[in-house]
Nanobody
Framework: QVQLVESGGGLVQAGGSLRLSCAASGRTFSNYDMGWFRQAPGKEREFVAVISWSGGTTYYADSVKGRFTISRDNAKNTVYLQMNSLKPEDTAVYYC?????????????????WGQGTQVTVSS
């Protein structure tokens, strides 16, 4: 089992920045690819970003490319999502997820472990 706990969400004005953190425990963190997803009210959960077990490969949704940066610190068992130039449409609950490392995937169903989520609200 892998336990994931997100933090860092909040209310920010459009154009502002937030950094989300996801602390992992339970299994060897460096064995897992880590993803960030988000879910807005009335919408399905969608892919945001993913990072490989080593941190050497990342991939982003087109909607956040150039504004968000995913990173990880395997010594601290933590993955981050730096969000800059936030827009009202970025408002959602943000979840981190873990998947035993094979190839990077962006599909919700392919991830094995999920955090409880953290709310991000961007005001216009």
């Amino acid at each position: 089992q892998v336990q994931l706990v997100e933090s860092g969400g909040g209310l920010v004005q459009a154009g502002g920045s937030l950094r989300l953190s996801c602390a992992a425990s339970g299994r060897t963190f460096s064995n897992y690819d880590m993803g960030w997803f988000r879910q807005a009210p009335g919408k399905e959960r969608e892919f945001v970003a993913v990072i490989s077990w080593s941190g050497g490969t990342t991939y982003y949704a087109d909607s956040v490319k150039g504004r968000f940066t995913i990173s990880r610190d395997n010594a601290k068992n933590t993955v981050y999502l730096q969000m800059n130039s936030l827009k009202p449409e970025d408002t959602a609950v943000y979840y981190c997820a873990a998947r035993r490392s094979t190839v990077l995937v962006t599909t919700v169903a392919r991830y094995d472990y999920w955090g409880q989520g953290t709310q991000v609200t961007v005001s216009s």
